[in-house]
């Protein structure tokens, strides 16, 4: 295998299997759930694992992490409320309602890669933010009130998580000089930082799960998060903002057939035209990307935030 030919399928596969397991994440989630051990708790306990497995990084790259604190905060910040809000919006909502709704996500990176790292907006770019925008809106519509408005709480964390993921990759995009290992252990620890300061603040109930599926989280969740936060961040390190945040619609995919197999949960009609508007607005993203690369070079500025 070229070296070339490596350095474009390897980022692609990467993407492709961390939106594979966020597709189905929904199901052990909730499996946990139904053994007593609630979202935030759950957050909590997969997290901090991997942030202090990892956290000698904080002393071993003081120089790299002092380097660009603005950028890292953001990763952190981002991916923090991405995952969390996330993961109560599964919990709480309609698996394909919640993942779509997420799925705007690639509407808010285009929108922060041209304002943040100076990408150019082709003609199609401006004319797919439309379209995802009215996708959005069907989906919202709330007949009772005469206008496009989330209906749940769930739909609020799904938009929310879709807006912070945005901002964690974006930032991602723009700290090349950073290395991932030390982006991971910023999201692992922004993640480990909110739950547990949401659980602090919201007096949540104590978990009532068995020693035995503590364990098990303790175990294996923190090996899916090692998994899912290094294939997703290695892959939008390596590719531009909008291929990636296409090809991380096949979360969409396995969303859809896992959540159809396992659950009796339901589609209303405008659910379903709306969300395949956003489908084709993703579609639309990635072909401006193919077939007008000049207009989506990437083209990233040197000031760091604060």
């Known amino acids: 295998m ?25 199901f052990p989630l909730r499996l946990l759930e139904s053994n007593g051990l609630q979202g935030l708790w759950t957050s909590a306990l997969i997290y901090c694992v991997p942030a202090l497995v990892a956290s000698f990084l904080l002393f071993t790259r003081r120089k790299e992490i002092l380097s660009q604190p ?22 709480e909502g309609n698996v ?35 379209i995802a925008m009215s996708g959005a809106a069907v989906m919202l519509w709330d007949p009772s009130i005469g206008h496009p408005w989330p209906s ?7 938009i929310t998580s879709g807006m912070a993921f945005a901002v964690a990759n974006v930032s991602v995009r723009r700290t090349q000089g950073i290395s991932i290992p030390v982006k991971n252990l910023s999201s692992w620890i922004g993640v480990s930082v909110l739950a547990i300061v949401w659980i602090a603040v919201s007096d949540a109930p104590n978990p009532t ?31 531009p903002v ?10 969409l995919v396995a969303g859809a057939v896992s959540s159809q197999l396992l ?37 990233i500025r040197t ?3 604060k």
């Open 152 to 158: 749940s709480l769930s739909d609020w964390l799904a």
């Open 209 to 239: 799960a068995s020693y035995n599926v503590i364990l098990w989280t303790l175990v294996l969740g923190p090996l899916m998060v090692f998994v899912m936060t290094f294939t997703v961040q290695y892959g939008v390190t390596k590719l």
């Open 96 to 130: 394909m309602r919640v993942l779509l709704l997420f799925y705007l996500s690639p509407l808010w990176a285009t929108l922060l890669a041209w304002l943040i790292l100076k990408e150019h907006m082709s003609r199609l770019a401006v004319v797919t933010l439309i």
């Open 242 to 251: 909008y291929r990636s945040a296409v090809i991380l619609l096949f979360e």
């Open 2 to 26: 070229s070296t070339k030919y490596s350095a474009m399928i390897f980022p692609v596969i990467s993407l492709l299997i961390s939106a594979t397991l966020w597709g189905i994440a929904w």
């Open 70 to 91: 603005g950028w890292l905060l953001l990763i952190a910040a981002g991916n923090a409320w991405c995952n969390v809000a996330f993961i109560l919006a599964i919990l």
């Open 263 to 299: 659950t009796d949960e339901v589609m209303r009609i405008n659910e379903w035209i709306g969300g395949g508007v956003i489908v084709l607005a993703a579609y639309l993203s990635a072909y401006a990307y193919v077939h007008h690369p000049a207009e989506t070079k990437l083209e």
């Open 303 to 305: 000031e760091i935030p």
